[in-house]
């Protein structure tokens, strides 16, 4: 039998990206040294986020997440595995 490993608790800072605004909010709080909006020109909308996480450019889609991680880098992470990994926090 392999040896077993919980995942430590661990609080970080998050916004979803879900529209055009989110994505306002989101470069606002991370500064466009870590996160750029792609923004349609036909249309004004948000398309996508380019995350400069520390493993490179990641690309971040609607319902993703952007997480501050207690490193100080921030991350893209899909919304599936944001919603198994993490539950609402005390400030």
Same mark, same amino acid.
């Given at each position: @039998?392999?040896?077993?490993?919980? %995942?430590?608790? #661990?609080?970080?800072? &998050?916004?979803?990206?879900?529209? !055009?605004?989110?994505?306002?909010?989101?470069?606002?709080?991370?500064?466009? @040294? %870590?996160?750029?909006?792609?923004?349609?020109?036909? #249309?004004?909308? *948000?398309?996508?986020?380019?995350?400069? *996480? #520390?493993?490179? +450019? &990641?690309? &971040?889609?609607?319902?993703?997440?952007?997480?501050?991680?207690?490193?100080? %880098?921030?991350? +893209?992470?899909?919304?599936?595995?944001? !919603?198994?990994?993490?539950?609402?926090?005390?400030?």
């Amino acid at each position: @039998m392999s040896p077993l490993y919980q %995942h430590r608790p #661990t609080k970080v800072a &998050a916004f979803q990206f879900i529209d !055009t605004a989110s994505a306002e909010q989101i470069c606002r709080w991370a500064g466009s @040294m %870590h996160v750029e909006a792609f923004i349609d020109p036909a #249309t004004g909308e *948000a398309r996508s986020l380019l995350v400069k *996480a #520390t493993s490179g +450019p &990641a690309e &971040a889609v609607r319902g993703d997440w952007i997480v501050l991680g207690p490193d100080g %880098h921030f991350y +893209p992470v899909p919304s599936d595995v944001f !919603t198994a990994s993490y539950e609402p926090a005390d400030a």
